[in-house]
Each structure stands twice: as structure tokens, then as C-alpha cells.
């Protein structure tokens, strides 16, 4: 059973920083690409960054030059660095991963989600 596990949310007033973290356990044999999401209250869930397992990355505009997405391959775990919070990037934020991963039933690629972690930016 693959999980994600998001960790390193939390308050921080406007121009401050913090990193989130998400780790993969279980039987995991490759992730391909990996990424961050997020959802504000009454809003719809929206892409915020992607890193493939090449090494390359997406961003949404709003987060472009203020967060950084990277990946540490040994570890299983991709890190989001958010720098210059604004009010508006408080959300709930989930990792997102396309994992190929292998059990007693056989392997496949499948989608998987983390449970979310709460990013508040005070004004």
C-alpha cells in the first residue's frame, strides 16, 4: 500500500516562508511525477507545482519566482519551498504523485494523493 504523507504546514505571516514536505512509503518502486495542489475554501483545487523524473518543473503563474519544487530520488520525497507567502496562498495543500508500484495483485501506474497539509498566511 502506497501512502503519501505531507508534513510542514502551518502559520506564517505575509512574506514569510515555509517548506512543506511529502514523502512516499509502501512499495514504492518508481515515482514518475510528482507535485503539489491546493485548495482554498469555496475555491477549486488548482495545480501549484510539478516536477517530473527528469528533473523538469511546472508552476502555476500566480507562484512563479516565489515557490520552488524538488525532489530528493533516494528519500522518495518532494519538497516545496515557498518564499514571499501572500494572504492569497493560504490553502490546504496535497501532494499529488503518478506512481508505478508493485503489490501482491501486480504493478501498475496509478494516481495517489497525501492527506493535505494547512498553509495559513496572515496579512
Known amino acids: 500500500q502506497v501512502q503519501l504523507v505531507e508534513s510542514g504546514g502551518g502559520l506564517v505571516q505575509a512574506g514569510g516562508s515555509l517548506r512543506v514536505s511529502c514523502a512516499a512509503s509502501?512499495?514504492?518502486?518508481?515515482?514518475?511525477?510528482i507535485g503539489w495542489y491546493r485548495q482554498a475554501p469555496g475555491k477549486q483545487r488548482e495545480l501549484v507545482a510539478a516536477?517530473?523524473?527528469?528533473?523538469?518543473?511546472n508552476y502555476a503563474d500566480s507562484v512563479k519566482g516565489r515557490f520552488t519544487i524538488s525532489r530528493d530520488n533516494a528519500k522518495n520525497t518532494v519538497y516545496l519551498q515557498m518564499d514571499s507567502l501572500k494572504p492569497e496562498d493560504t490553502a490546504v495543500y496535497y501532494c499529488?504523485?503518478?506512481?508505478?508500484?508493485?503489490?501482491?495483485?501486480?504493478?501498475?501506474?496509478?494516481?495517489?494523493w497525501g492527506q493535505g497539509t494547512q498553509v495559513t498566511v496572515s496579512s
Open positions: 499529488n504523485a503518478d506512481l508505478f508500484a508493485c503489490s501482491g495483485l501486480g504493478c501498475s501506474t496509478n494516481d495517489y
Open positions: 509502501g512499495s514504492t518502486y518508481r515515482i514518475n511525477t
Open positions: 516536477i517530473s523524473s527528469r528533473g523538469n518543473t
